[in-house]
């Protein structure tokens, strides 16, 4: 800390770390001070943008006594080894999703954030969405009963140019397909809402449009058993004719609820939809559902930080939804259920 600021320095400058600068932007006490990226060019634009000072090589940014927290914003299979680095340099860190390319490295995280009193935060910005809070709320205070059923969809549209980076659609850097990229917000958001510890995982991937580009997933079936029974289906491609709202469909006791990009809704018996919650602002754009939720969360997680309370989305947090992904890859090789928890990697 200097004069009472926290230091943040953010380590890869593409597409998302505009979302974090910018969410940066009037939160108290902290301050956006480095931006870094092995594309020198990358992180000069950027700190020109930012006004801050540029770095090409992460390490540094480690080793500065000049920050005190870094966002890891680089392609995942650098998450993990980024992110442990970094606490056990004495740094706060606030990874992007997935929070590791594998279990193993994501229980090594949980492990060293919990030696130094809980460092972590791991981005999971739609659980900031009024709609999906309240969905939570109304299954955990059993407002409609007991939860009987909760199935997810993501179909989106993702096409050969957005995999023609030097990480993207490859196991080695990003670790899976539509599953640890895309879908595992949603998938995060089934498993928070239906609020019980996933017992039991099975399902297939595939590659079913994109297979002349990436040798990653571009399509997902999977079922989730979770405690006491209840039964969890989802289903994710990228392989779509667009990217189409994602929904998240709960069927209680007391009826059933529809969850849609940010909008909630009671599915009445005769088939109409009664509105419960809009979003505080409407998505324009393709891109924008990125950003949405990103300012709730870092400020929630710096309000933690500075007043010295616990994370609320930290690395346990993270874990859920990229513990199910790995046991679904592990399912669909085998042809075998996966329980959990599942130490298989
Ligand atoms: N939360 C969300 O809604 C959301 C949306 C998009 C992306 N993301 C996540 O954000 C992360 C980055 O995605 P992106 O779309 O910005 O990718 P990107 O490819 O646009 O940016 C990644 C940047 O990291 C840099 N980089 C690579 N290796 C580096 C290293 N060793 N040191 C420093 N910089 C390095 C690259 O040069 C690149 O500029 C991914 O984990 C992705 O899943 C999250």
Redesign the pocket.
């Known amino acids: 800390m200097s004069d009472n600021i926290f230091r943040i320095a953010i380590?890869?400058?593409?597409?998302?770390?505009?979302?974090h600068a910018r969410a940066l932007v009037g939160l108290p006490g902290v301050a956006l001070t480095q931006v870094?990226?092995?594309?020198p060019e990358?992180?000069d634009a950027s700190a020109a943008l930012y006004g801050c000072r540029a770095v090409?090589?992460?390490k540094t940014v480690f080793e500065s006594d000049e920050v005190d927290g870094v966002h890891?914003?680089?392609?995942?299979y650098?998450?993990g080894p980024?992110a442990i680095e970094a606490m056990r340099c004495g740094k706060y860190v606030l990874?992007?999703?997935?929070m590791a390319g594998n279990l193993a490295q994501a229980r090594e995280m949980i492990e060293v954030s919990d030696s130094l009193g809980g460092r972590l935060g791991v981005?999971?910005?739609?659980r900031y969405l009024e709609a999906a809070r309240r969905l939570r709320q109304i299954i955990a205070d059993r407002e409609m009963g007991e939860l009987l059923g909760i199935r997810g969809t993501v179909a989106w549209k993702r096409t050969p140019e957005y995999y023609s980076?030097?990480?993207?659609g490859r196991w080695a850097t990003?670790c899976g397909g539509v599953m640890?990229?895309q879908a595992?917000?949603k998938l995060d958001l089934l498993q928070w809402c239906a609020g019980r510890p996933a017992t039991r995982v099975s399902g297939r991937v595939s590659t079913d449009g994109l297979y002349e580009c990436i040798e990653v997933e571009d399509t997902a079936h999977i079922r989730i058993e979770f405690e006491g029974g209840l039964v969890g289906t989802f289903y994710a491609t990228v392989a779509g004719s667009e990217n189409e709202p994602v929904e998240i469909h709960t069927r209680l006791e007391g009826g059933r609820l529809l969850y849609r990009s940010g909008w909630l809704y009671r599915w009445e018996s005769d088939g109409r939809l009664t509105l419960l919650v809009a979003p505080e602002r409407q998505a324009k754009g393709d891109?924008a559902?990125?950003?949405i939720?990103?300012r709730a969360q870092l400020k929630d997680y710096y309000e933690s930080v500075l007043g010295g309370a616990p994370i609320w989305l930290d690395a346990r947090q993270g874990f859920g939804a990229l513990e199910i992904i790995r046991a679904l890859y592990a399912a669909s090789r085998g042809g075998q259920p996966i329980t959990l928890p599942w130490i298989g990697e």
């Open positions: 380590i890869g400058c593409g597409g998302i770390h505009h979302e870094c990226d092995i594309k990358r992180a090409y090589d992460a890891i914003c680089t392609p995942h650098l998450h980024m990874v992007e999703k997935p981005i999971f910005q739609n980076d030097d990480w993207h990003e640890m990229n595992i917000h891109k559902y990125w950003g939720g990103h």
